[in-house]
């Protein structure tokens, strides 16, 4: 369970800090647009791999047979 602590904190301190380097260096509105951009590919990165590793039978569109053969036995 620690592990799950450790990862959440780490992903939001790690870019907070890198955040906050750049700032100095490069000012608050070049940091704050380059910080968005970021976020922004990431989360689409994320959205996309995400769609390409979804199985097709639980995409919400994909149509699905029904749950129960209804065909009576014998009549292949």
């Not at 904190?9 to 700032?23: C, D, E, H, K």
């Not at 910080?35 to 639980?58: N, V, Y």
């Amino acid at each position: 369970m620690s592990a799950y602590y450790l990862a959440g904190y780490l992903s939001l301190a790690i870019p907070s800090v890198l955040a906050g380097l750049a700032t100095t260096r490069f000012g608050l509105t070049h940091t704050y647009v380059a910080f968005g951009a970021a976020a922004a590919i990431t989360c689409g990165a994320a959205g996309w791999l995400g769609s390409r590793l979804t199985p097709e039978s639980h995409r919400p569109n994909a149509e699905v047979g029904p749950a129960v053969d209804d065909t009576p036995a014998g009549s292949q």
